[in-house]
């Protein structure tokens, strides 16, 4: 009578071990990333200070209030620097933890939105630091007063281009997220096209939330996130499954 017991507590021990071993895996490619990226930390902080630093007049520069922010500062920006550039490795081990469980149709679908999440944050982070960034500090500095040095503390700086990477990443998501809502049956692309106009509302209420209290970024953001929006239209409306019955027909089928 014990069997079944003992069968499903050896699975559930099973999928522990895995799951520590994925987990060990994953943070043993951000520490030798890190690593590797540890002697260029200051070359790190220096290209990311970069859109700044370029437009402050001469003679002025960034500062540290805290003593130690000068070398605690570059250094956390390493870390997410390493996290930044082992996404792909840690995704993967995600996916090798959850694959064996998937439907042929899940897998097939769940490749390409791994690999489409992770190009779109980086693209939302590249887009942040060559044409947002560039153009807020712009604005900002145009419109202060003469009276006014812009010396900008270095942990106070990080956390706001953080704050801009994180937002415009995460919001170049919207596509797949858009993805994911349809396979899952919670909306159809019809829907979505009919509630456009909403969206759009949204977007600008998000835009307005998570970034600087600027026009100029809050413009960036929305922006992209409205043509985002039409192309996860598009692909939602590709991966849509066109029947109850073959959706049912494919998960009941396994590699």
Sequence with gaps: MSAP???????????????????????????????????????????????????LPAGQQMIALNPAGAFFAPI????????????????????????????????????????????????????????????????????????????????AYLEFVLVIFLAFGISFELPVALVILVLLGWVTPAQLKEWRGYAIVGIFVVAAVITPPDVVSQLLLAIPMMLLYEAGIFAARAVAPDTPADASADDRTRE
């Design 76 to 155: 956390k920006l390493t870390f997410f620097v390493a996290v930044f550039a082992a996404a792909p490795w840690l995704l993967y081990q995600a996916w090798a933890f959850i694959a064996p469980g998937l439907y042929r149709r899940e897998k097939k679908l769940a490749v390409p939105l791994l690999g489409s999440s992770v190009a779109l944050f980086y693209a939302g982070c590249a887009f942040a630091y060559f044409l947002v960034l560039p153009m807020v500090f712009n604005f900002l500095l145009h419109f202060k007063p003469d009276i006014v040095a812009i010396t900008p503390d270095i942990n």
């Design 5 to 55: 017991d003992d069968a499903g507590a050896g699975s559930l021990l099973d999928h522990l071990v895995e799951l520590r071993s994925r987990l060990l895996r994953g943070i043993v490619g951000v520490v030798v990333v890190l690593l590797a990226l540890l002697p260029f930390t200051s070359q790190l902080y220096t290209w990311l200070a970069l859109p700044l630093v370029s437009r």
